[in-house]
């Protein structure tokens, strides 16, 4: 198990007595990660405000099962990802997409100055990425999550995501490849 820090075990503990001052202090303490969480992968900033409110009340009325297994953000942010991905379902903006055919002989050859990279520019190609491959890239690079849990996420094999952040990564590659040579 992770450490976190005594003020937010604390927190927790005085949450599970409906403690309303402790709950605000965890509220403000993790709000904008939740945030940008789903944000990143709802792309709306309504829906994943009001997303990240009922994690919150999600998380702070099934108090009584968090285990201590993981931290408190940890499984937050779990809730906050799961609730995300349910509501792009129902937006019907999350559709199982076949995977796109990227030529990676060529894109492997060419080298990139990742150095010279503006990390705005990388943000802005992941976000034009089909759902399926900008929601596996960014619970990988971004949220940092491994195969296996993005797997367990997704609800797709531990192949298919690896195929699928491999993809990904070859059709980012691609993009910033194609804006470089644009601007030559």
């Given at each position: 198990?992770?450490?976190?820090?005594?003020?937010?075990?604390?927190?927790?503990?005085?949450?599970?007595?409906?403690?309303?001052?402790?709950?605000?202090?965890?509220?403000?303490?993790?709000?904008?990660?939740?945030?940008?969480?789903?944000?990143?992968?709802?792309?709306?900033?309504f829906e994943a405000e009001d997303i990240v409110q009922e994690?919150?009340?999600?998380a702070f009325t099934k108090l009584d099962t968090y285990r201590?297994?993981?931290?408190?953000?940890?499984?937050?942010?779990?809730?906050?990802?799961?609730?995300?991905?349910?509501?792009?379902?129902?937006?019907?903006?999350?559709?199982?997409?076949?995977?796109?055919?990227?030529?990676?002989?060529?894109?492997?050859?060419?080298?990139?100055?990742?150095?010279?990279?503006?990390?705005?520019?990388?943000?802005?190609?992941?976000?034009?990425?089909?759902?399926?491959?900008?929601?596996?890239?960014?619970?990988?690079?971004?949220?940092?999550?491994?195969?296996?849990?993005?797997?367990?996420?997704?609800?797709?094999?531990?192949?298919?995501?690896?195929?699928?952040?491999?993809?990904?990564?070859?059709?980012?590659?691609?993009?910033?490849?194609?804006?470089?040579?644009?601007?030559?």
């Amino acid at each position: 198990m992770k450490e976190q820090p005594l003020h937010i075990t604390k927190l927790v503990e005085r949450c599970k007595f409906n403690d309303q001052n402790a709950q605000l202090e965890l509220y403000k303490a993790y709000f904008k990660a939740m945030y940008n969480t789903a944000f990143r992968i709802l792309k709306e900033e309504f829906e994943a405000e009001d997303i990240v409110q009922e994690s919150f009340l999600t998380a702070f009325t099934k108090l009584d099962t968090y285990r201590e297994e993981v931290t408190f953000g940890a499984w937050l942010k779990r809730i906050v990802i799961n609730k995300s991905l349910t509501q792009l379902k129902k937006n019907n903006r999350y559709k199982e997409v076949k995977m796109e055919v990227v030529l990676s002989q060529e894109i492997e050859e060419t080298t990139i100055e990742y150095s010279k990279l503006e990390v705005k520019k990388v943000l802005d190609c992941i976000n034009k990425l089909k759902d399926n491959y900008r929601l596996v890239i960014t619970l990988h690079l971004i949220e940092g999550y491994d195969y296996e849990e993005i797997a367990q996420i997704m609800n797709y094999s531990n192949e298919n995501v690896r195929t699928t952040i491999s993809r990904a990564k070859k059709k980012i590659k691609q993009v910033l490849l194609t804006e470089i040579n644009a601007k030559v």
